[in-house]
């Protein structure tokens, strides 16, 4: 009886800390596992949508894109209402041929911002 009793304490403790730690896993920092454009990609201007996904929920309405200028200036992109809770569009327009920086900053489902940025080039 002390052999099955101690098994069942054991899993019990087993099922506690997965219950614990499977959620803390489940949601992680925003990470942009696709674009479009592409990273580094030459992009025909001089307007292009932005399509951004990440591997979370982001919050749409604290998140923000901004375009680098190929003379260092920023232009922020207006986003669009999100269609899926991972995924961030906006449209660029107006761009002339150049090196430019596509930055983005998000707010996880976590509560942790991330930020990160791409380059691509315009022609």
């Known amino acids: 009886m002390n ?4 098994n069942t304490v054991v899993m019990w403790v087993v099922c506690a800390a997965l219950v614990i730690i499977l959620p803390l896993k489940l949601n992680a920092h925003a990470v942009l596992m696709d674009s479009r454009p592409k990273i580094g990609s030459l992009v025909k201007g001089p307007d292009f949508p932005v399509w ?7 919050d749409g309405s604290r998140s ?4 680098v200028l190929p003379n260092g ?3 922020p992109l207006l986003l669009d209402p999100q269609s899926e809770p991972n995924i961030l569009t906006a ?3 107006g761009l002339g041929a150049g090196k430019y920086k596509l930055q983005w ?3 996880a ?3 942790h911002i991330t930020r990160g940025e791409f380059q691509l ?3």
């Open 91 to 93: 449209k660029a327009t």
């Open 73 to 75: 200036s920023t232009e």
């Open 3 to 6: 052999l099955h009793r101690s």
């Open 121 to 123: 080039n315009i022609e």
């Open 109 to 111: 489902a976590d509560g």
């Open 105 to 107: 900053q998000v707010l």
């Open 52 to 58: 951004l996904r990440f591997n979370v929920r982001v």
């Open 64 to 67: 923000r894109c901004t375009l």
